[in-house]
C-alpha cells in the first residue's frame, strides 16, 4: 500500500496533458477562441488512501482529497483583441477508485490488472494573468467542464499503465519455483487465483519438492489445509505435513539420502577406526576372514522417510538399513552384515531470512541384524559405535543442509520480520510481519 500509493503519485506527477482550444459565443461580443497549451503539472498529491481486499472480487484501492497544481499557457482571440499569457490551476477533492482483479496464468505465476477505474474532480481552480479580468471568468467556465474530463481520464489510463507496468511486473517476481541444490527443487506454483476475503488474502500454492534429474508424482496426497483466523501479523505461511513428505521423497528418489562412511570421515577425537581389527572385537569372525582391512558403511533407506507434525512438533521413525564392507587390497567392496537401524527423530523449526531452517535432535537407537555373510553376533554391542557413526558424522551432514534453508515464496525486496512458528494437526504455521525494501 505504502510503497505502491508512492510509486502512483509519482506516475501521476508526470502526466502529460495535451493542449485544449475551443470556441464560445459572447453576446454582443461574437464568437471567442481560445487555446491552452503547454500543460504541465507541478505536483500530484495523495494524502489519503485505504487498500483493502473485497470478497469475490480482489482488492480496491480508495484514495480521496487528492489535489494537483499544474500551470500552462493560454490565448485567446476575439474579434480584435488578441491576448496571451499564462495562468495557475488548482484541482482539489480529487477522488480516485481502482479495483484490481488476481489471478494466476498456465505456469502458476500470479496476474493482476485494473478492473474497473473512476475519478472524481470536485474543484477546479484557475489565475489567469491578463488585463481582460471578465473574459478570464467565462473562460474559465468555459474550459473547466472540458479540463476535468480530460484529466479524469488520464488518471484512470495511468492508473492502468502503473499497474500493468510496476505492479504487474513486480508480482512476477514471486518465485513458484526454487532451484534448492543440485539434486532438488520446490514447486510454489499457484494452484488457484487469489481469493479475497474481509480480512484477507488467501493463496493455495502447490508446495511440493521434485527431484531435478527425475521428477515424478508423490505416493501420496496432500491433506485439505485450513489456517488458523489470526490476524495479528502480516503473512502467514501454513506448510503442510505434505510439504516436507515431498522433500523427504525427491531426496531419496535423487540418491541423496545415501552416506558413505569411511575411516576418514571419522571425527579425529573420537578413539577407534573403522576397520576389521576394530570391529572383531564385536564380530569374532572378521579378524579371520579379513584381517586388519579398512570397512566402508553403506547407509541407506529403501523408502522415503515419513513425518508427522501435530501439536508438539515434528517427529520421524527413519528405518536405515547399514550396509558394511571390507575394503579389500584391489579396492574391491566384500559385504560383511546388514544392519537395521531405527532411531526416534524429532525436529526443531524456524525461520531465518526468509528461508525456512531446522535441526534434527536423534533418541537412542535399535538395532538388528539384517543379514550376515560372516556368521551371527550379538547386535547390542555394536549400539555403542553405530550411536557415534549417527551422531558425531550422520547428524552434523544433515543439520549443516537443513541450517541452509528452503527458501519461502516471496517477491522481490521482501523481508520478514517479528516471525514466529506454531504446530497445528499436519500443518506448520509460520507468521511474519513485512518489511519492503525499496530500489
Avoid at 388 to 400: D, G, K, Q, T, V
Wanted: proline share 6%; aromatic share 10%; net charge positive.
Amino acid at each position: 500500500h505504502q510503497h505502491g500509493i508512492a510509486i502512483l503519485e509519482k506516475e501521476l506527477a508526470q502526466l502529460t496533458l495535451p493542449d485544449i482550444s475551443g470556441d464560445f459565443r459572447v453576446l454582443r461580443v461574437g464568437k471567442v477562441h481560445y487555446e491552452l497549451s503547454r500543460l504541465r503539472l507541478r505536483n500530484f498529491h495523495l494524502p489519503y488512501s485505504r487498500i483493502s481486499p473485497v470478497p469475490n472480487v480482489g482488492l480496491q484501492v480508495s484514495i480521496s482529497n487528492a489535489f494537483a497544481e499544474l500551470d500552462g499557457d493560454w490565448r485567446v482571440k476575439m474579434l480584435f483583441i488578441r491576448d496571451h499569457g499564462s495562468f495557475d490551476l488548482k484541482v482539489e477533492n480529487v477522488y480516485i477508485k481502482i479495483s484490481l482483479s488476481l489471478g494466476s496464468d498456465a505456469a502458476g505465476k500470479p496476474t493482476i490488472s485494473t478492473s474497473d477505474c473512476s475519478t472524481r474532480i470536485s474543484k477546479v481552480r484557475v489565475l489567469f494573468s491578463g488585463k481582460f479580468g471578465w473574459l478570464y471568468n467565462l473562460f474559465h467556465s468555459a474550459i473547466e467542464s472540458k479540463f476535468k474530463k480530460i484529466l479524469e481520464s488520464k488518471v484512470c489510463d495511468s492508473v492502468a499503465k502503473s499497474v500493468h507496468s510496476e505492479l504487474q511486473t513486480y508480482m512476477r517476481t514471486l518465485p513458484v519455483t526454487a532451484k534448492i541444490d543440485a539434486r532438488t527443487g520446490i514447486d510454489y506454483s499457484f494452484v488457484a487465483p487469489p481469493v479475497a476475503t474481509a480480512q484477507s488474502l488467501d493463496t493455495g500454492l502447490k508446495g511440493e519438492f521434485y527431484s531435478l534429474a527425475h521428477r515424478s508424482p508423490a505416493p501420496f496426497s496432500p491433506l485439505p489445509l485450513s489456517l488458523p483466523s489470526d490476524h495479528d501479523r502480516m503473512v502467514y505461511f501454513g506448510a503442510s505435513s505434505y510439504f516436507f513428505n515431498t522433500a523427504g521423497f525427491a531426496y531419496h528418489s535423487s540418491g541423496a539420502l545415501v552416506f558413505e562412511i569411511t575411516d576418514a570421515k571419522i571425527p579425529k577425537d573420537v578413539d577407534f577406526h573403522l576397520n576389521t581389527s576394530t570391529f572383531s572385537a564385536f564380530v569374532p569372525q572378521l579378524e579371520q576372514m579379513y584381517p586388519n582391512m579398512p570397512m566402508k558403511l553403506r547407509l541407506s533407506t529403501l523408502t522415503a522417510p515419513f513425518l508427522n507434525i501435530g501439536p508438539e512438533g515434528i517427529s520421524l521413525k527413519p528405518v536405515v538399513d547399514v550396509q558394511a564392507y571390507a575394503i579389500l587390497p584391489n579396492s574391491s567392496l566384500a559385504p560383511l552384515f546388514v544392519l537395521s537401524l531405527v532411531r526416534n527423530v524429532s525436529a526443531v523449526i524456524d525461520v531465518r531470512s526468509g528461508h525456512i531452517v531446522g535441526s534434527l535432535n536423534v533418541g537412542r537407537i535399535k538395532l538388528s541384524l539384517k543379514d550376515s555373510v560372516v556368521g551371527t553376533f550379538p547386535v547390542r554391542l555394536l549400539q555403542s559405535i553405530m550411536n557415534i557413526f549417527a551422531s558425531e558424522i550422520l547428524l552434523p551432514r544433515l543439520n549443516a543442509r537443513l541450517d541452509e534453508g528452503f527458501p519461502l515464496p516471496l517477491p522481490d525486496r521482501i523481508q520478514l520480520f517479528n516471525t514466529f512458528v506454531r504446530f497445528h494437526q499436519n500443518f506448520l504455521l509460520l507468521g511474519a510481519d513485512v518489511h519492503f525494501q525499496p530500489k
